[in-house]
């Protein structure tokens, strides 16, 4: 399994790979994990990444295109991964395309999460996340059984800063003219399987899981 979730924020991405994660037992690899495991372990990439996260500035493709290199090439992904949040552009999508080339690697498939845009603003207005094992909660959809405390790992809750409707709105107009474009860059692939991205989490695995299985 070489699987690839797209979505635009707040459809449920980081909430599917955790549970594929679970089912299949291939890692999940976003783009923030990696930035921060290499920063904290110094390596050069590492080291390169924080000059950039320092200033508030976006890391480079190169540099974060190498982390993802680096990672797929371990040994737990040998039998395959689960990229969340990454590629967000074109020129990722198609340095990824390299990347697996140049480690004798194909890419299986993509599963995009349809939302409709209202829901995805009651979803990410709701939103807390865990400190420690970063599971996702709803204060409606999805509450946790102890207010402020994971179900998983009984860490602490919080609900990132720019989970308000302003910035959402514009994160939401960052997706569509950057990130939605991968659609058509992968359906010309025929690597593209788009599904209802509605209803509870249970609901949305199992679609998941007919599509990847």
């Known amino acids: 399994m070489r699987l690839i979730l797209l979505g635009p924020p707040g459809s449920g991405k980081g909430t599917q790979a955790n549970l594929l994660q679970r089912k299949f037992r291939v890692p999940k690899i976003s783009t923030g994990d990696i930035l921060r495991a290499a920063v904290g372990d110094q390596t050069e990439l590492g080291e390169k990444a924080k000059v950039f996260m320092d200033q508030g500035q976006l890391v480079p493709d190169e ?56 829901e995805l603003l009651v979803r990410l207005v709701g939103r807390s996340t865990c400190k420690n094992c970063g599971t996702m909660y709803h204060r409606t959809a999805r509450p946790p059984e102890n207010p402020g405390a994971c179900n998983e790992c009984g ?17 939401l107009a960052v997706y569509e003219k950057e990130t939605a474009p991968l659609k058509e860059f992968y359906r010309k692939q025929k690597k593209l399987k788009s599904l209802n991205g509605s209803g509870s989490v249970e609901e949305i695995f199992s679609r998941v899981c007919e599509m990847v299985s």
């Open 63 to 118: 540099i974060v295109v190498g982390l993802i290199k680096e990672r797929i090439d371990e040994a737990d992904c040998v039998d395959g991964f689960i990229l969340d949040g990454f590629p967000r552009t074109i020129v990722q999508a198609e340095k990824l395309d390299e990347t697996l080339s140049a480690l004798g690697q194909e890419l299986g498939t993509v599963v995009d999460l349809e939302v409709d845009r209202q």
């Open 155 to 171: 860490g602490e809750l919080y609900q990132r800063p720019d989970d308000n409707e302003a910035t959402i709105v514009k994160r």
